[in-house]
């Protein structure tokens, strides 16, 4: 080893500086966390396929529950929980961002106030869809329609679920005093995480209630 | 040192392949030189795709020996010398020489995707028309080739009022998987006529490929097919399954029989008197399930 | 940085704990290369199964349920626990010292898409002891894939596995961009990248895009078959089967591509050493690179000609015209090789063994594009020898030219030559025997897929040619992993650069410390080490023409 880097110039960049080179720009955990959505994104656009699939197949729609007695789904009568739902998570979007904003001040108080709030408000979201699947009437096994409507939101849900978790720790991680102005990679890719989740379901209550 | 064990691995590989080759022929060989071009076609489609194939094969062959010659000769020519430590020239690229073999394969690309899509539509073509309509039903592991009469559709054959109107051939697996006393389902068409197929499966993905007629489509459930043929050589040709569709896959061949007009009509008088098999209706996917053995002809 | 604390372990420490908790890409690369070759062993036992029972017509090994098991367990090892992650090892151990990086971005997210591969493998493989492996084929199409059809656990340990072979394929590819996009050395532009680290960067975007996809295939079958979901089950009101054949292939289309282009990468690292020049068109071969990858998405549907569902013409044109950046490529490693002075390695040998059958694996693709021969050829042993020229001719091969290549300096040693060649023939041979008889198999009519022929229909010879070809591929192995034995126990020391490399990893030493470079040398092309080597020449050599 020392035998061979005698041999090389005097052009001393190791280690250190190309670290130094690597804190260019946007941090290596954000960009990570913004690749992961690329694929989040793929994933849901697979389970958005299938739902179009099923929609350009249909006869009629909303479709029939049950093909011999012709009761529809009456997904578009029952929007009004999901309306509120939808206001809870954009909410906390906005007290995510606020969180940041914070954070970027330096404002620990700001940012764990906002942060705590955003983390109530997704929990609010999962028990109020938890309790929207008791009052709907049909279940994963009632034709393709209900096949594609719960692992959607399932799927949705189950990212929610992550992004709590995800916003625990930093909140866990900021009363411990670990995050500052300078250094709060994990609040930014936890805030970009959660304005995802935010997206896609807005892409999920247009889809499923309103087109 | 390298370039001799090269050589030797190119010797070697010639003559192992030419001798094994060799001693299969002498052997017992049912391997010819026909093996090595598609089957003569017996249809007209079939013949439109065989043409295009041979085009594909000429500009593919000819691409091959373009390209390995290349290999082959920049293999031999530039190998380094014992001694010749001297760098060669550095060439980086040349534009004109890289725009040429991007814009010629571009050509040959194009050029074969016109010809291609052309014999497609000769191919796919339907008449609304067709003299003869057969449906087949693919289940596992076998088929099912039904014959109505005009303004009967195949699907209603199995309804009492149309008892003893249509012709029902069944497939059966053959007795403990023993291929040796078993005959595969037959389909009857007539010579020069443009026949119709109506494929319906009525469990899983299976594929309807008639070798000689250089064809296949698959069998979706819920995703009835319909392709037209037009034979034109009279004989008896295989057919097979192609679609991987369970434990019984392989048994899913039949044969088409192309006859003459007036053999065909002969053929389907004679199963439609006396009264054929029990019921027309499709026997149930789990008829012949269970082991091979435990099947028999209807 | 603390430089002069990781100066100290020039050796490795080499304990069972270290291997198993480590988080340093080179040791992590080294276990994906291991964990890789084992399942290459299982795979090619699997494939020696199916080529035996079909030597001669009849059935005399096995029944018709366990040659189902047969065919498709081998494809899915062989394709994603063999040469996926292979591929991924070469990128895992060469990226960061290509592009001059102490490590990868990630290195414990590294550590766990690496522990996940055999995992997924002792999940997938499980179904065997419980009652039957998955027997669908690895397209593993519905209805079949359904639980009416397709009982016991094997396909939902077959789900299982996949989905967590791609998570770990979705993390690879996530570390390998942060890594290439954040952590190059000084002077070390895109454009001065060595060739591996673009085809690794292409594929890893392609796994980004296409591997979710199939992820959220897995989870429909899996919600199909064991909660009463009707996605793809035909039996039930809205399952629509072709909705599989479409997710199913807009995934594992791009995958031929993940699984190619980084074998396309190696080539390109060891054609231009071994013939003394630099890769002729080195942008336009980059520019080919992307081009295969943007293509690679809007061709899934060639797979489903015959299905009568898809829009031909557009498949047909957008697959014949992914053979364009393919040529291409051809033309430039041949290009390389003119007037070069071939110095003819084993990695070498492997090299130009790669670019002869390759050749014939894209020259047979382009016969699949013509929808009317697809047709014809469709899903018959055409298909079989079509993908086997691609993935064996092409990505083995490219995976054994690496291995002989860069094993000097993962180890230290360098693979014995001599037992190097006969490897490569016996394979080269093998590979020849085995597959060219099954295009004549495909286009006399011969479906895969089936465990039993007629013995009248013409194609005795032609497989028992195959199965001859089969062993004499098992039997080239022997000497590999001879000299895989010999050379680990003591093969010829390599020194830091053996084969006069172009590339950052040849600037350290055989094989690199932890966090990889003392000192780089300046980077002023994509040939940094040759450039060092060759400082004090005269100009006119060195210059480009």
Redesign the interface.
């Known amino acids: ?5 005698s ?13 130094a ?2 804190q260019r ?1 946007i941090s ?1 955990p954000i ?2 966390m913004i ?2 959505i ?10 958005f ?2 739902y179009f ?2 929609r350009l ?2 006869t009629q729609w909303p ?1 029939f529950v049950n ?1 011999a007695t012709f009761k529809p789904f009456q997904i578009h009568h029952e929007i009004v929980l999901p309306a509120i739902l939808t206001t809870i998570l954009v909410l906390s979007s906005v007290t995510m961002q606020l969180g940041v904003s914070a954070i970027r001040r330096g404002d620990r108080t700001g940012f764990l106030r906002n942060t705590g709030i955003t983390l109530v408000l997704g929990l609010t979201f999962l028990v109020g869809q938890v309790y929207d699947y008791t009052q709907l009437g049909f279940g ?2 009632d ?6 409507f719960y ?1 959607l939101t399932g ?1 949705h849900g189950a990212h929610v679920l992550g992004g709590a978790i995800m916003l625990s720790v930093v909140l866990y991680r900021g009363m411990a005093g670990q995050f500052s102005a300078k250094h709060h990679d994990a609040v930014e890719a936890t805030s970009i995480y959660w304005h995802f989740v935010d997206v896609v379901w807005i892409a999920l209550f247009s889809t499923l209630y309103l087109l | 040192m390298g370039l001799t064990a090269k050589r030797w691995a190119r010797r070697a590989g010639v003559v192992a392949a030419l001798g094994a080759l060799a001693v299969l022929l002498s052997a017992c060989s049912d391997f010819s030189l026909r093996n090595a071009v598609p089957p003569d076609a017996a249809s007209v489609q079939g013949q439109a795709s065989r043409n295009i194939y041979d085009i594909v094969f000429v500009i593919g062959a000819a691409v091959f020996f373009l390209v390995e010659g290349l290999i082959l000769f920049a293999v031999v020519r530039y190998r380094r010398r014992a001694g010749d430590d001297e760098l060669p020239p550095q060439i980086h690229g040349n534009n004109r020489l890289e725009i040429i073999w991007t814009a010629i394969p571009i050509a040959i690309v194009l050029a074969l995707f016109v010809l291609s899509w052309q014999t497609l539509n000769t191919v796919d073509a339907r008449t609304p028309t067709p003299p003869v309509r057969i449906g087949v039903v693919a289940y596992q592991w076998q088929w099912e080739f039904v014959y109505a009469p005009e303004g009967v559709a195949w699907q209603d054959c199995g309804a009492p009022v149309n008892k003893g109107k249509c012709v029902t051939v069944f497939g059966t697996l053959p007795a403990g998987g023993d291929r040796s006393n078993w005959t595969p389902p037959t389909m009857h068409v007539p010579v020069n006529e443009t026949v119709e197929l109506q494929l319906h499966s009525t469990d899983v993905i299976h594929s309807f490929y008639v070798p000689a007629f250089l064809f296949q489509r698959d069998i979706t459930p819920r995703k009835d097919q319909v392709i037209q043929f037009t034979a034109d050589r009279i004989g008896i040709y295989r057919g097979q399954c192609t679609q991987f569709c369970g434990l019984y896959h392989q048994f899913m061949e039949f044969q088409v029989k192309v006859e003459s007009k007036v053999d065909y009509v002969a053929w389907l008088q004679q199963e439609l008197t006396p009264p054929p098999a029990p019921s027309a209706a499709p026997p149930s996917p789990s008829g012949p399930a269970g082991s091979p053995a435990a099947s028999s002809a209807p | ?1 603390a ?1 002069t604390a ?1 100066r100290p372990a ?1 050796t490795y420490r080499t304990g069972l704990y270290e291997w198993l908790t480590t988080t340093d890409h080179k040791k992590i690369g080294i276990l994906y290369t291991f964990n890789s070759l084992i399942l290459f062993l299982v795979g090619g036992i699997f494939a020696l199964a199916v080529r035996t029972e079909l030597a001669q017509p009849g059935l005399q090994f096995m029944t018709e349920a366990t040659y189902n098991q047969m065919f498709t367990m081998h494809a899915s090892v062989m394709i994603f626990w063999v040469v996926i992650p292979f591929l991924a090892g070469f990128g895992n151990y060469l990226v960061p010292l290509m592009i ?3 490590d990868m ?2 290195p414990r997210i590294n550590a766990l898409s690496f522990w996940l591969l055999p995992l997924s493998a002792v999940i997938a493989l499980m179904g065997f002891p419980l009652g039957g492996a998955a027997a669908e084929g690895w397209t593993s199409y519905s209805p079949l894939a359904q639980a009416k059809f397709s009982t016991g656990p094997g396909t939902d340990l077959w789900i299982v596995a996949l989905t967590l072979v791609g998570t770990s394929s ?1 993390l690879g ?3 390998f ?2 890594t290439i ?7 070390m532009t895109l454009f001065r990248m060595p060739v591996f680290v673009w085809t690794t960067m292409v594929t890893s975007v392609l796994v ?10 897995l ?2 079958l899996y ?2 078959r064991n ?5 793809f089950n035909t039996a ?5 089967a072709i ?1 599989w054949e ?2 199913f292939w ?1 995934y594992s289309h791009p995958a031929v591509y993940i699984m190619i282009l980084p074998a396309m990468g190696i080539v390109s690292e060891v054609i231009p050493t071994f013939s003394r020049k630099p890769l002729f068109g080195y942008k336009a071969f980059v520019f080919a690179t992307a081009g295969i990858g943007a293509l690679g998405f809007s061709v899934w549907a060639h797979h489903m000609f015959t299905t009568g569902s898809v829009y031909l013409p557009f498949f047909s044109l957008m697959t014949f015209l992914i053979a364009v950046p393919t040529g291409v490529k051809m033309f430039n490693w041949v290009a390389t090789l003119f007037r070069g002075k071939i110095r003819f390695t084993t990695a070498m040998l492997f090299a130009v063994g790669f670019l002869s059958l390759f050749l014939i694996g894209g020259i047979n693709g382009a016969f699949l594009a013509a929808v009317p021969v697809d047709y014809q050829v469709h899903a018959t042993y055409f298909i079989v020898a079509h993908i086997h020229y691609v993935l064996f001719g092409g990505s083995i091969m490219g995976i054994f030219a690496g291995l002989y290549y860069w094993w000097p300096k993962m180890f230290g040693r360098k693979l014995n030559e001599g037992l190097g060649k006969i490897h490569f023939v016996g394979i080269f041979i093998g590979m020849n025997l085995t597959f060219f008889p099954m295009h004549l198999l495909g286009i006399s009519g011969m479906p895969r897929r089936i465990a039993d022929y007629s013995a009248t229909a013409g194609w005795n010879d032609l497989n028992l040619l195959a199965t001859i070809g089969g062993f004499t591929i098992a039997a080239a192995m022997l000497p590999f992993l001879w000299n895989i034995f010999v050379t680990l126990r003591g093969g010829e020391p390599a020194g ?2 053996p084969w006069e490399g172009n590339t950052l990893e040849w ?3 055989s094989p690199p ?1 932890p ?1 990889n ?6 980077i002023r092309s994509e040939r940094p080490v040759f450039d ?1 080597r060759h400082a004090n020449d005269a100009p006119a050599l060195t210059a480009g023409h």
Not at chain 3, 236 to 240: E, K
């Open positions: 080893m020392a035998a061979n880097s041999a090389l110039t005097t052009h001393v960049a190791a280690l250190g500086e190309s670290r080179h690597g720009g290596n960009l990570g690749l992961f690329v694929s989040e994104v793929m994933f849901f656009a697979g389970l396929a299938a699939n099923v197949n249909a479709p093909e994963i096994t034709t393709a329609f209900g096949s594609t692992t799927f | 940085m430089t990781l020039a001059g990086a102490p971005a990630f979705i590819a996530i570390n961009l942060v996009f954040k952590m190059r050395a000084p002077g980004l895009m296409g591997t979710p996809v199939l992820t959220s295939a989870i429909m919600i199909d909660l009463g979901g009707s996605f039930l009101a809205g399952g629509n909705l479409n997710v807009f830091d650069d600037a350290t030493s410390p966090y470079f003392d000192h780089l040398p300046p060092q």
